[in-house]
Every structure is written in C-alpha cells, then in structure tokens.
C-alpha cells in the first residue's frame, strides 16, 4: 500500500510539472519583452492612488521577458538581486521620475518591483543596463507621440478614438502592427509591445496577446487623472539604432527561486526524498 501512494505521488506530480508553463524553473533567458506603457487614471480606477499621481499620458510600467505566446508564461524573480538606486546614474534616475513613475507610491518602490520580478530575469548585466535600455525602448516607440501625429490627444473622456485608429496611429508610426492594446470597459488601461530580446525591435504579437478593448470599430476613452494638468516630460535623450545601451546578454541565471511553486528543481528534491 505504501508502494502504490509513493508512485501516486511521483504520478501527481510529474503531471503537475508537465502541464506547467515552459518557465517553470528560474531562468534568465527569454524569448522576447514585452514594453508595457499604462493609462495611469484608468489604473487609479481600483487602486489607492496618490493625487496628482496619474498623469494623462503614457508611462512605463515595466519590461518583462516572456514567451513568443501567452500560454508559454513568463519567468518572475530569477535572482535575489534587491534594486538599489546607487546601482543607477543620475542621468538614468532623472529619465525614470519622468517616464516611469508609481501612481501608488514611491517612484523607488515600483522600480523596485519591476526590477526584482522582471529585470533579474532579463538579458542584461546590471540594473543601469536593464532601466536604460527600457528607456530608450519607450523613448524609441513613443506612444505620446505616435497617439499625438495622429490626432489622439488624451483629452480626457472627450477624445475617443477606435481601437482600430489606435492601432493604425502605432503602425503608422513604428512601420509594424500587431501590438497589443488593453482596456478596462472600454477605458485605456495599457498597451503592450512586443520586442526582440537581443535588438529590442518591436514586431507584431502572437494573436494569444490579445486586444480587450472590443472589436476594431468600439470606441477607447482615456479617464482623466487627478492632477490639475497633465504631466510632461522634458528629459532629452539620444536613442541608439537599437533602442538598448546594454549589450551584455547572459544565459544563465546566478541565483534565485521561481514564481511558481513547483520548479524543476523542486521536483528532482521531492522525488529523492521519496526513495
């Protein structure tokens, strides 16, 4: 009896590990990023925001390795590398306080966040490397901009564009489709770029990504933030051909666990104790 629960055990739990997504194990090499920007007044919908912390305009909420589809997942807290600013120039902090900031709290506390669940994991060899080159990725593709040529201003409820027109204005600016657009009921909430993981050059994204902001013809708003004018961004800054200043990509991560409860490894010490 005892023989045939320990092999239901083993049973169970290869079934687990066959059923789970290919980034079950900590690793710090992906197939692409995805470039995530947020509307943050729509994000402060359901959150306790800060005041005057939601400015009408696209902000960077993070890069995050993943798989080339949804179902492959993403790896999460590859190392036990903490995020520190004395890690960062100042150059680099004064870019962040303007294009990445936190609706919630802190500017460092969300960098924090980003860097711990998803900059261990990226091809890059410092924290500078992985921030700068996020930066250049938004500066690159900017969606301000891209929104703005085409005529969508961010006047708050007032302009409402078509998902379609969104996706055109993107197009149109960047030369390629198939990017990814979010919304909650119909109010912008992020859009999603996918980008190469060693060029960080944007191409579309599988259908698995998909758009939730309605069919092509369904109207976008963009709610308005809490501050009394919309925040801008005056940090110049000279972007290389490949939109990243990092070009140390390693293969392996160093040190860490997963975000997920059963690992690779985990699996290999269950079934020793088991025999």
Same mark, same amino acid.
């Given at each position: 009896?005892? !023989?045939?629960?320990?092999? $239901? $055990? +083993?049973?169970? +739990? +290869?079934?687990?590990?066959? @059923?789970?997504? #290919?980034?079950?194990?900590? +690793?710090?090499?992906?197939?692409? /990023?995805? *470039? @995530? #920007?947020?509307?943050?007044?729509?994000?402060?919908?359901?959150?306790?925001?800060? !005041?005057?912390?939601?400015?009408?305009?696209?902000?960077?909420?993070?890069l =995050?390795?993943?798989? *080339?589809t949804y179902e492959d997942g993403s790896p999460a807290y590859?190392? !036990?590398e903490k995020f520190s600013t004395s890690a960062l120039t100042?150059?680099?902090?004064? #870019?962040?306080?303007?294009?990445?900031?936190?609706?919630?709290?802190?500017?460092?506390?969300?960098?924090?966040?980003? =860097?711990?669940?998803?900059?261990?994991?990226?091809?890059?060899?410092?924290?500078e490397? /992985?921030?700068?080159?996020? $930066?250049?990725?938004?500066? #690159?593709?900017? *969606?301000?901009?891209?929104?703005?040529?085409?005529?969508?201003?961010?006047?708050?409820?007032?302009?409402?564009?078509?998902?379609?027109?969104?996706?055109?204005?993107?197009?149109d600016a960047?030369?390629?489709?198939?990017?990814? @657009?979010?919304c909650r009921e119909n109010n912008l909430y992020e859009v999603m770029m996918c980008l190469d993981w060693e060029t960080l050059e944007a191409f579309a994204c599988d259908e698995s990504f998909w758009n939730t902001c309605g069919a092509a013809s369904d109207r976008v708003t963009f709610p308005e933030g809490s501050g009394d004018e919309a925040a801008t961004c005056s940090v110049t800054t000279t972007v290389s051909s490949s939109g990243s200043s990092d070009a140390s990509y390693p293969s392996t991560a160093t040190d860490g666990g997963s975000s997920l409860a059963v690992t690779g490894a985990g699996v290999a010490v269950a079934l020793l104790l088991l025999f």
């Open positions: 009896m005892m !023989k045939m629960s320990t092999w $239901l $055990l +083993v049973a169970v +739990v +290869v079934a687990v590990v066959a @059923v789970a997504p #290919r980034f079950a194990t900590a +690793v710090q090499q992906g197939d692409m /990023y995805l *470039l @995530v #920007r947020q509307w943050s007044p729509t994000f402060c919908e359901d959150k306790s925001c800060v !005041k005057g912390q939601d400015p009408e305009m696209m902000t960077i909420h993070g =995050w390795p993943t798989g *080339l590859c190392t !036990k100042d150059a680099t902090i004064d #870019r962040m306080n303007c294009a990445w900031p936190s609706a919630t709290g802190t500017n460092e506390g969300f960098w924090a966040h980003e =860097w711990e669940k998803h900059g261990t994991c990226a091809g890059f060899s410092s924290q490397g /992985y921030f700068n080159a996020t $930066l250049n990725a938004n500066d #690159r593709y900017d *969606l301000n901009v891209a929104f703005a040529e085409a005529g969508i201003t961010f006047s708050g409820s007032n302009d409402s564009p078509t998902t379609a027109e969104m996706e055109a204005a993107m197009e960047f030369g390629v489709g198939g990017q990814v @657009v979010k």
